[in-house]
């Protein structure tokens, strides 16, 4: 039994004239009568009696209807759903992001944007460090994910694309000696105790803190590990060292602190978005153009 012969059947049954009904498949009458003949022998009843004055449904005929405009309805829907998932607008995106992007206005703004666009997909946003984000993309278990970059060696199935980058910031005790200059460099930090995040995280702004340092002349002593930006803060404000943060977490307000601008050439953090290799995802593809309509 195919769906053509479903609509047949549901033509004929709402017009009870096989006539009429052909006309509105815009097919004969002969070949009608013969299809819906073919019908109730495949399922072996009767759907309709037939005289020379009327056509009417048999109680079989009744309850084939009642199905058969089920299947239909759900077919059409099938089909407007695989329409609408290929051009993007339906689905779930899963997007993986770093503890500092929604400090931003990339985020917010984009995610704002884009649910405005496609009301009936499901974002599913993770909050991951960037290792973890290239993992779980490889794995599928992410769609796209916003990574912190810094030009190191990415996965060779993964690509990764600079689509913002952050200034860094000095985050300072507030009684601390420099803390009333406007800008300071990484030579001026020199003897200073830092606070930093652990080299497994791959925030990348482990590695950078010691490039930095290194072309300023000096090896940064390391007094305190922490995986997250806001304890680094807090743990400043206890005067336990100074740290090197993206400048978007300047709205983190803790009394205490100050963040001053580093004037060290590459003082900056990248932000990338990062993707399967030749994916053709619908979902990913809509995201992204959107991303770079700006």
Request: glycine share 8%; charged share 25%.
């Amino acid at each position: 039994m195919e769906l053509r012969h479903l609509r047949y059947f549901v033509a004929v049954a709402e017009e009870l004239n096989f006539t009429r009904a052909a006309e509105r498949l815009h097919i004969g009458q002969p070949p009608l009568s013969q299809q819906i003949q073919a019908l109730e022998e495949k399922l072996g009843v009767q759907l309709f009696e037939r005289t020379k004055r009327r056509v009417a449904l048999t109680p079989a005929g009744q309850r084939f209807l009642e199905h058969a405009r089920r299947v239909l309805e759900q077919a059409g829907r099938a089909v407007d759903d695989v329409r609408r998932m290929a051009r993007g607008e339906v689905g779930e995106l899963k997007i993986g992001f770093t503890s500092s992007l929604p400090f931003t206005a990339v985020l917010p703004n984009l995610v704002r944007r884009y649910r405005e666009q496609r009301p009936d997909v499901t974002l599913n946003l993770r909050e991951m460090f960037t290792p973890d984000q290239y993992t779980a993309i490889e794995a599928g278990e992410l769609d796209l994910g916003f990574v912190r970059y810094t030009g190191l060696e990415t996965p060779p199935s993964l690509d990764v694309r600079e689509i913002h980058h952050d200034p860094l910031r000095l985050v300072i005790n507030a009684v601390h000696p420099l803390a009333s200059r406007p800008v300071l460099s990484l030579a001026d930090l020199h003897g200073e105790g830092f606070i930093t995040y652990p080299i497994t995280v791959g925030t990348g702004l482990t590695i950078l803190l010691r490039e930095l340092c290194l072309k300023a002349g000096f090896e940064p002593r390391i007094v305190q590990i922490a995986g997250e930006a806001t304890t680094q803060i807090g743990l400043v404000a206890a005067g336990l060292g100074v740290a090197l943060l993206p400048a978007p977490l300047e709205c983190v307000r803790i009394e205490g602190v100050r963040y001053l601008p580093v004037s060290d050439p590459g003082a900056y953090l990248s932000l990338g978005v990062a993707t399967r290799k030749g994916d053709r995802n619908p979902l990913v593809e809509q995201f992204l153009s959107n991303l770079y309509s700006d």
